[in-house]
């Protein structure tokens, strides 16, 4: 059997816990740069307020409402993600528990009777509600995708269901995915759900089971199709994948505060992610030997975030893999100079490493005494950074003032991981 606990309005719930007053009333999150809505609270979406909608579009029913609205946050989410599967991890065993997102884990469980199912649903809900004050859904199934539907089926009727569904026999399972809309099956995307609904006649997950697998090898994208089917009928086929596992290319990309016309700048903001991208390099005990920098400039007039992008990229292959931050700022920085022209304004920028290796199969360089000393920089970095955030120790390439830095005017407190933003109880 598989669960699936999925942190309700998780954003929100973030910025609820440190704001007991905001129970009970429409909390919104927005996206990077304040742009758009990312989190909505149950009360927010009766109100209409549209997920992913613009902030500005929806800001009069904001208004109207007294809706309270926070820039993303994500030392606290992030902080507060690890608290979570933690708590799971101390109920499942660390083995058991795959995170899925910052805000969904899968947690691996042994065949039980409906009363054992029943409660270690109840466990992993309370146990995480009270140690983290993040309230949760829990989903139980045989397979993952049942799981998915049990979860879905258990945040729609939240008082019902006091957030958790267990499907443990034949008929729950059969009412579930007769209950869910195909478009709402995990791995059916919205072209797939379109197809099927329109040329199939499938409306619903139960019509989707009753397919065979090679219709579905030949409609569904092949094996991933068949595997589909597989978990809709109870036979688990999508294994727990390794919490290791290695990523064969890792990007950092972001949107800027405010446009940036300036060279300087954009050279800061490409040594910046290409930091943020060696970390994550360093995270899965990689290396990588090719650097990709792209940058997204707009000349319309108006809005400055009016969109209509152009995207100019270029890139380098080094002459070994490497992890070092110093040595692929020193290769990314000048692929900005190929890229610029003065004039446009630019928009965004991103850093992509590829061709990457294991770093333990980096072939040693004789003549590099310090090759050693540079790893142990890079794992003190690393650790400094991790625990306080925020880039306390940084390179001078990356920039002091950053004027093109993420606009966040409604972000709150770094409560659990910066000292000088420590909640305050009066």
Known sequence: MYAIVDCNSFYCSCERLFEPSLQNKPVVVLSNNDGCIVSRTDEAKALGIAMAGPYYQNKDAILQHNVAVFSSNYNLYGDLSMRVMDTLRSIAGDDHVEVYSVDEAFVKLASMSTDQLQKISVEL???????????????????????????????????????????????????????????????????????????????????????????????????????????????????????????????????????????????????????????????????????????????????????????????????????????????AVPLVERLYVSGPKYLKAGVMLGSIVPDNSIQGNLFVAEENQQRLLMEAMDNINFSMRDDVVKYAATGLKRNWKMRQELRSGRYTTRWDELFEVH
């Open 125 to 331: 809900k309370e146990r995480t509600e009270l140690w983290t004050g993040i309230k949760v859904s829990v989903g139980i199934a045989p397979t993952k995708v049942l799981s998915k539907v049990a979860n879905r089926l258990a945040k729609k009727n939240k008082e019902a269901t006091n957030c958790i569904m267990v499907l443990d026999t034949e008929e729950k399972v059969q009412e579930a995915l007769q209950r869910t809309p195909v478009g709402d099956v995990w791995g059916v995307g919205g072209r797939s759900a379109y197809k099927l609904k329109e040329f199939y006649n499938i409306q619903n997950a139960w019509q989707l089971s009753k397919m065979n697998e090679e219709w579905a090898r030949k409609n569904l994208g092949g094996v991933v199709g068949v595997r589909l089917i597989k978990e809709l009928n109870g036979t688990a086929c999508i294994e727990m994948k390794d919490p290791l596992e290695n990523k064969q290319m890792i990007a950092t990309t972001r949107m800027f505060g405010k446009p940036v016309y300036e060279l300087n700048d954009l050279k800061e903001a490409v040594a910046t992610y290409t930091s943020r991208a060696a970390e994550k390099l360093r995270r899965q005990y990689s290396a990588a030997k090719l650097i990709n920098v792209f940058v997204v400039t707009n000349d319309q007039k108006g809005h400055q975030y009016e969109y209509n992008p152009k995207t100019k990229h270029t890139y380098v292959t080094l002459p070994s893999a490497t992890s070092n931050t110093h040595e692929l700022i020193q290769y």
